[in-house]
């Protein structure tokens, strides 16, 4: 299995009335709670988090894209992609994704997405996402077109990456003369693709159809991740094929300490703070976004979501989370890894509010007593220890 | 007793209820969906044969996929009208409804012999935002629409939460609505050019206490669209027809029955 250091670059410091005054910490939320002074320390902090995670030997570094939110403050994962092309030497560098719709014209993601593969020496994973809920009020985008568009810039991004141009697009939503976009990607026929998803089943069958990578998103109970996955593997042999425990992963934060006590009493209020504050407001559900249906079923899904979590025992059960000593996390880790079958964990090792210092023990124990064990692992399903 | 049936217009599947006698009335809907009998529809099929179709999208009705606008909307009943044979009839927007309303009597004026606009969205007034529609809290939505939030018609109105057997097609409703109205947010920017082109006698009917839709939205229109005229109801917020049904009604009526 590879290991990844996912980072979300938080905010830390909401006010203490937070909880009593806003309704989210998305979309609606007041830019001036924002301050730049922080801002400029903790960007470049957690930057250098993700470079001593290269460092320490993880396999991959991942960052995403939210806007007009506390809970991740990174508009532009191309700009800390880029950054990381340079500072990063080994790992792979996994931007977990492009909202596609959002950028027009979707080559536009091509472009960027080639050049940090270049000039990271082939280390990209490229992730298309549709975007989450939250994006298509922040940029007034209509999400009865979501799936729609990300369908048709996914196919317009890859088929710039591979097929010589200058060629003409005229889609629904695109037209374009000339398709033709330099640099073209270093690794071909072109980067890597992961696709987050929340387990929509459209979008399981699309990536098993095409042989992507399914990323599953955060913040569900653990049975939840492996209904998805099992469904995923169906849906693989369905189209002929045996999924790759490579096409699957799962994002967990993770605190290792020296002991399980001591993991828990410097963790949990941080994690509470995430759980509680940062993603409140994250589950919206723009109408049109997904079926009526589904919504419905995101709705009750709902029920096994993090932020309903409320006691250490929840967060133990649903596997929210995964805290404690070097040898409880690696148990617990090789144990659900192995149950759920996937070859990418994707650790949150700083979440929220979660101090520098603690960061970098967390992520060094990590390294050093966790993650050899794990990087040996073979997770294919019926595969024993 | 209102009997429904299911009629193609140009391809699309449309549901379409009618009820009452006397000379036909459009009722265009709103966002809400209101496609089944209501109240204040039993009052005005006491005078009239009142048609409710639903647009595509809701209920019943399908073809959403072909929609891009409110205008494609308006299209659509040009297409109704042509396939009953009718025109030169009386036309009552909601809200949504209001705003198809105006599109098709620009496009078509010999379509609409009269009218009546029901807190209407499809223009944006400056400094007078409209509220957010698309937000998932249903008691958020109960306070932005109503102007008591406790009002009992409510329940006929919306679904009071997630398990109402009607949530389904509320969410369907919603996503019309989104594809239709969510950017530009619930109008049309090149719709204030055209109200001069309303050529039929107009009325516009406003909840004072309009939050999704403030009541200046409707003086913009009674100074754009010519001879119109103003009625200002104090007991309603958006929600008219639902929170004064026999107020409303009666306004309706009385408009639509006097010489112009």
Redesign the interface.
């Known amino acids: 299995m590879k290991c990844f250091a996912f980072h979300l670059m938080p905010w830390d410091r909401l006010p203490a009335d937070f909880g009593e005054k806003y309704e989210s910490a998305w979309t609606w939320l007041p830019n001036s709670l924002y301050d730049p002074k922080h801002g400029h320390t903790l960007y470049n902090r957690f930057l250098d988090e993700l470079c001593l995670a290269d460092e320490l030997g993880f396999d991959g570094v991942c960052v995403n894209e939210h806007h007009q939110n506390a809970y991740g403050t990174m508009p532009s994962p191309n700009l800390m992609g880029s950054i990381l092309a340079r500072q990063t030497k080994r790992c792979k560098i996994a931007v977990i994704g492009n909202a596609l719709p959002l950028y027009n014209p979707p080559t536009r993601v091509a472009e960027e997405f080639a050049m940090i593969d270049v000039i990271s020496g082939g280390r990209l994973i490229a992730g298309l996402v549709v975007g989450g809920g939250p994006e298509?009020?922040s940029f007034?985008?209509?999400?009865?077109h979501a799936r729609a568009m990300y369908n048709e810039a996914l196919d317009l991004v890859v088929r710039a990456w591979t097929e010589p141009g200058p060629f003409e697009h005229y889609g629904e939503y695109w037209k374009l003369k000339y398709v033709n976009p330099w640099p073209r990607p270093l690794q071909q026929p072109h980067p890597p693709i992961w696709i987050p998803g929340a387990g929509s089943k459209e979008t399981i069958e699309f990536v098993a159809q095409r042989r992507y990578a399914y990323m599953g998103i955060p913040y569900f109970h653990v049975d939840f991740f492996q209904r998805n996955f099992d469904m995923f593997r169906d849906c693989c042999q369905k189209n002929g094929y045996e999924c790759d425990p490579e096409q699957l992963g799962w994002l967990c934060p993770i605190y290792v300490a020296e002991t399980d006590a001591q993991a828990w009493e410097e963790y949990e209020h941080h994690f509470m703070y995430f759980a509680q504050q940062l993603l409140k407001g994250l589950v919206?559900?723009?109408?049109?976004y997904t079926s009526?249906?589904s919504?419905?079923g995101i709705?009750s899904a709902m029920k096994q979501f993090l932020i309903n979590v409320k006691t250490r025992k929840e967060i133990e059960d649903g596997a929210y989370a995964i805290v404690g000593s070097p040898e409880t996390v690696r148990d617990k880790l090789a144990h659900y890894a192995k149950r759920l079958g996937v070859g990418n964990l994707l650790g949150l090792f700083q979440i929220g509010t979660l101090p520098a210092e603690l960061t970098k023990k967390n992520l060094t124990i990590f390294a050093q007593e966790v993650m050899p064990a794990l990087q040996k692992l073979d997770t294919r399903i019926g595969v024993a220890v | 007793m209102p009997s429904t049936r299911t009629i193609n217009i140009a391809g699309k599947k449309t549901q379409l209820t009618e009820g009452g006698s006397g000379p036909p009335l459009l009722y265009l809907h709103s966002a809400g969906g209101e496609t089944e009998w209501m109240p204040f529809h039993e009052e005005l099929s006491r005078s009239f044969t009142v048609l409710l179709p639903a647009h595509p999208g809701f209920a019943d009705s399908k073809g959403l996929e072909e929609v891009r606008d409110v205008t494609d909307y308006a299209w659509h009943y040009v297409d109704m009208l042509a396939e009953l044979k009718l025109k030169n009839v009386p036309v009552v927007g909601f809200s949504l409804g209001g705003w198809t309303g105006m599109e098709l009597a620009i496009l078509r004026p010999a379509l609409v012999s009269k009218l009546v606009l029901v807190n209407s969205a499809g223009v944006r007034v400056a400094g007078s935002p409209m509220g957010e529609l698309f937000i998932d809290d249903l008691a958020k939505l109960r306070a932005l629409l109503f102007k008591d939030p406790n009002n009992p018609v409510i329940k006929l109105a919306m679904p009071m939460d997630l398990e109402d057997r009607r949530i389904l097609q509320w969410l369907a409703a919603r996503e019309a609505t989104a594809r239709v109205g969510w950017n530009p947010y619930l109008h049309n920017p090149r719709l204030a050019a055209h109200l001069h082109r309303i050529e039929c006698p107009t009325k516009i009917l406003w909840g004072r206490h309009d939050k999704l839709i403030p009541l200046p939205h409707g003086e913009f229109l009674a100074s754009r669209i010519r001879g119109a005229q103003l009625e200002v109801f104090d007991g309603s917020a958006h929600m008219l027809p639902f929170e004064e049904p026999v107020k409303f009604a009666t306004a309706v009526k009385e408009f639509l029955v006097s010489s112009s």
């Open positions: 298509y009020y007034s985008m209509n999400p009865t919206v559900l723009p109408p049109g009526a249906r919504l419905i709705h």
